[in-house]
C-alpha cells in the first residue's frame, strides 16, 4: 500500500519556526517530483513549493518565497518543508504529494497522483 506521511504540524506563535515532514513508503518516490501544498476551509487546496526528482530545481508560492525551503532525501523517500516566520496565513491543513508528471507540471494540483492525509498548522498572532 502505498502512503505519504505528514508529521511535524502544530501549533506556534507568529515568527516562529516548524519543520514538516513526508515520508513515503510502499514504493520508491526516487523520480517523483514532490510538493506541498495547503487549505483552509471554503478554500481551494494551494500550491506551496516544490521539488524535482533530483532536488536540482525547487519553486515557492510568492507568499513563502524567502520564508519557506523544501528539501528532500530520497535515501529516505522523504521530503521537507521548512518553515520560518510564520504568519497567521500561514495556518492551514499542509499536504505533501508526489506527481510523476515534468516538471512543467509541478504547481498545478491536478497532475499530482499520491497524496498524505494532511496536517494542522496553526500560527497564532
Known amino acids: 500500500q502505498v502512503q505519504l506521511v505528514e508529521s511535524g504540524g502544530g501549533w506556534v506563535q507568529a515568527g516562529g519556526s516548524l519543520r514538516l515532514s513526508c515520508a513515503a513508503s510502499?514504493?520508491?518516490?526516487?523520480?517523483?517530483?514532490r510538493g506541498w501544498f495547503r487549505q483552509t476551509p471554503g478554500k481551494e487546496r494551494e500550491f506551496v513549493a516544490a521539488?524535482?526528482?533530483?532536488?536540482?530545481?525547487?519553486d515557492y508560492a510568492d507568499s513563502v518565497k524567502g520564508r519557506f525551503t523544501i528539501s528532500r532525501d530520497n535515501a529516505k523517500n522523504t521530503v521537507y518543508l521548512q518553515m520560518n516566520s510564520l504568519k497567521p496565513g500561514d495556518t492551514a491543513v499542509y499536504y505533501c504529494?508526489?506527481?510523476?508528471?515534468?516538471?512543467?507540471?509541478?504547481?498545478?494540483?491536478?497532475?499530482?497522483?499520491?497524496w498524505g492525509q494532511g496536517t494542522q498548522v496553526t500560527v497564532s498572532s
Open positions: 504529494a508526489a506527481t510523476p508528471s515534468g516538471w512543467a507540471q509541478h504547481a498545478k494540483r491536478d497532475a499530482y497522483n499520491y
Open positions: 521539488i524535482s526528482w533530483s532536488g536540482g530545481s525547487t
Open positions: 510502499g514504493r520508491t518516490f526516487r523520480s517523483y517530483a
